[in-house]
């Protein structure tokens, strides 16, 4: 599907933001235009406004959920209906479809890549706005609580603004099985990628269908090893991909090794890994903080298996985050139906649902826990305290520029290509300048 469309403009009479045509970056609206596309923002009543919100099927359940208890207690009287679509890929398009009628949806929820594209084709408003607002945005004191990392989320380098704002975030993490790990004699989780292999080799035994790390042949599995040793994606102006240096080479070759040593196998379907860890066959999974609640019931499932979770290993330096997830956007309709919009998104971000959020879901919350939701979780779920504590790391954040759906298909049949024994350099060269053009064409 292409997520770009070169030379084509877009024309919202209701929307005066000045986006142009696509591949250009949205000027800043001028006083008049602002005062035409936000309103009278802190005199405007949004008061029984009804808005219609976009949802990807993944993540239908926790969010009707919350939608049912906002439409409930809301003072304000604002109605919020769900429409599922299948995914980021249906919504665009859907979106696309729907200018010409004027048939937007007042909220939608994307992925980062399709975030920027719809935010360089006119079709997202700026959200600083909302959330400075003295009347309808987060306090400075309010804003403090929120994870500094986090409020990354949803900034687009290229256009220099904040087009969306975090739905559902998730951060790579280390799953291990502890006491396993103590019996091969070590006190500790892996903290370099060093330590990671030593560890791995030394649980392995092929012969024996036991390995010490099984893994996906995907991005996600490339990025948390580059990041790991102190690279990333993209520059920070967003204009460059820029994974193909000594770093993304040595993650390959890393993963190579793993592979030809007898050290690591590649999961033959689909959550495969989960499965052998419960089974005690794998000593470790990279997996995400999404799933922490699943691995709980794995390991009550087995009748206590002793897991516990850690970042990311990293070589060198102290360790790193990868944050990921969907975001909130609010497409440019009248300046009521944004503004209930908005309070649907601040509302979600407030501390009761916040704290809901995580202990319900196990997402990554966007702000600091109460102090008695957390002790409840951590009773709960004892491992969430590494969790929690990701937040504190540097963290880097899923690029959030056009075609990026599209990288991510490249760099996972990169991933699978060197699994399959193919030279690193090639394919890591490849896969760079395919990325690189997906920034710049259909």
């Given at each position: 599907?292409?997520?770009?469309?070169?030379?084509?403009?877009?024309?919202?009479?209701?929307?005066?933001?000045?986006?142009?045509?696509?591949?250009?970056?949205?000027?800043?609206?001028?006083?008049?235009?602002?005062?035409?596309?936000y309103g009278d923002l802190e005199n405007?009543?949004?008061?029984?406004?009804?808005?219609?919100?976009?949802?990807?099927?993944?993540?239908?359940?926790?969010?009707?959920?919350?939608?049912?208890?906002?439409?409930?207690?809301?003072?304000?009287?604002?109605?919020?209906?769900?429409?599922?679509?299948?995914?980021?890929?249906?919504?665009?398009?859907?979106?696309?479809?729907?200018?010409?009628?004027?048939?937007?949806?007042?909220?939608?929820?994307?992925?980062?890549?399709?975030l920027a594209t719809i935010a360089t084709?006119?079709?997202?408003?700026?959200?600083?706005?909302?959330?400075?607002?003295?009347?309808?945005?987060?306090?400075?004191?309010?804003?403090?609580?929120?994870?500094?990392?986090?409020?990354?989320?949803?900034?687009?380098?290229?256009?220099?603004?904040?087009?969306?704002?975090?739905?559902?975030?998730?951060?790579?993490?280390?799953?291990?099985?502890?006491?396993?790990?103590?019996?091969?004699?070590?006190?500790?989780?892996?903290?370099?990628?060093?330590?990671?292999?030593?560890?791995?080799?030394?649980?392995?035994?092929?012969?024996?269908?036991?390995?010490?790390?099984?893994?996906?042949?995907?991005?996600?599995?490339?990025?948390?090893?580059?990041?790991?040793?102190?690279?990333?994606?993209?520059?920070?102006?967003?204009?460059?991909?820029?994974?193909?240096?000594?770093?993304?080479?040595?993650?390959?070759?890393?993963?190579?090794?793993?592979?030809?040593?007898?050290?690591?196998?590649?999961?033959?379907?689909?959550?495969?890994?989960?499965?052998?860890?419960?089974?005690?066959?794998?000593?470790?999974?990279?997996?995400?903080?999404?799933?922490?609640?699943?691995?709980?019931?794995?390991?009550?499932?087995?009748?206590?298996?002793?897991?516990?979770?850690?970042?990311?290993?990293?070589?060198?330096?102290?360790?790193?985050?990868?944050?990921?997830?969907?975001?909130?956007?609010?497409?440019?309709?009248?300046?009521?139906?944004?503004?209930?919009?908005?309070?649907?998104?601040?509302?979600?971000?407030?501390?009761?649902?916040?704290?809901?959020?995580?202990?319900?879901?196990?997402?990554?919350?966007?702000?600091?826990?109460?102090?008695?939701?957390?002790?409840?979780?951590?009773?709960?779920?004892?491992?969430?305290?590494?969790?929690?504590?990701?937040?504190?790391?540097?963290?880097?954040?899923?690029?959030?520029?056009?075609?990026?759906?599209?990288?991510?298909?490249?760099?996972?049949?990169?991933?699978?290509?060197?699994?399959?024994?193919?030279?690193?350099?090639?394919?890591?060269?490849?896969?760079?300048?395919?990325?690189?053009?997906?920034?710049?064409?259909?």
């Amino acid at each position: 599907m292409k997520t770009q469309r070169a030379g084509i403009c877009i024309v919202l009479v209701i929307s005066l933001i000045g986006a142009g045509c696509v591949g250009q970056s949205t000027r800043p609206p001028s006083p008049a235009e602002t005062v035409s596309l936000y309103g009278d923002l802190e005199n405007l009543d949004p008061r029984r406004e009804v808005i219609t919100v976009w949802y990807p099927a993944s993540h239908e359940d926790a969010l009707l959920a919350m939608l049912d208890r906002f439409n409930a207690t809301n003072r304000w009287g604002i109605a919020v209906r769900g429409e599922r679509l299948e995914n980021s890929a249906a919504l665009y398009e859907r979106l696309w479809e729907g200018t010409s009628a004027r048939k937007l949806p007042d909220l939608a929820i994307v992925s980062p890549g399709y975030l920027a594209t719809i935010a360089t084709e006119g079709l997202a408003v700026e959200l600083t706005p909302y959330l400075t607002s003295r009347r309808w945005g987060f306090s400075t004191g309010e804003l403090e609580k929120f994870f500094p990392s986090v409020l990354e989320v949803g900034q687009l380098s290229q256009l220099s603004g904040r087009y969306g704002f975090p739905f559902a975030l998730s951060a790579g993490l280390l799953f291990y099985n502890r006491g396993w790990l103590h019996q091969l004699g070590y006190n500790h989780p892996p903290r370099t990628w060093e330590e990671f292999r030593e560890m791995a080799c030394a649980a392995s035994d092929p012969a024996s269908g036991v390995y010490g790390y099984e893994f996906a042949a995907n991005d996600r599995t490339f990025v948390r090893m580059l990041i790991g040793w102190g690279s990333q994606m993209m520059s920070p102006d967003g204009k460059e991909y820029v994974f193909g240096g000594a770093e993304g080479q040595e993650a390959l070759e890393f993963l190579q090794a793993l592979i030809r040593e007898g050290c690591a196998i590649r999961e033959a379907y689909w959550e495969q890994a989960e499965v052998d860890f419960g089974t005690g066959r794998v000593l470790f999974v990279l997996s995400s903080t999404a799933h922490i609640l699943h691995y709980r019931q794995i390991a009550a499932d087995r009748g206590g298996l002793d897991w516990a979770v850690a970042p990311l290993p990293a070589s060198p330096g102290a360790p790193v985050t990868d944050l990921f997830g969907l975001s909130w956007l609010i497409p440019p309709t009248t300046p009521r139906q944004q503004l209930a919009a908005w309070l649907v998104i601040r509302w979600m971000n407030e501390q009761p649902q916040q704290d809901l959020w995580v202990s319900a879901y196990g997402y990554l919350p966007h702000r600091r826990l109460s102090p008695e939701a957390q002790a409840a979780l951590l009773e709960e779920t004892p491992p969430y305290a590494d969790v929690l504590a990701l937040l504190e790391l540097d963290a880097v954040t899923e690029p959030a520029v056009p075609g990026y759906e599209q990288c991510q298909d490249i760099l996972e049949a990169m991933v699978s290509a060197v699994v399959g024994g193919e030279e690193p350099a090639s394919r890591l060269k490849e896969a760079v300048e395919s990325c690189q053009a997906t920034l710049t064409g259909p």
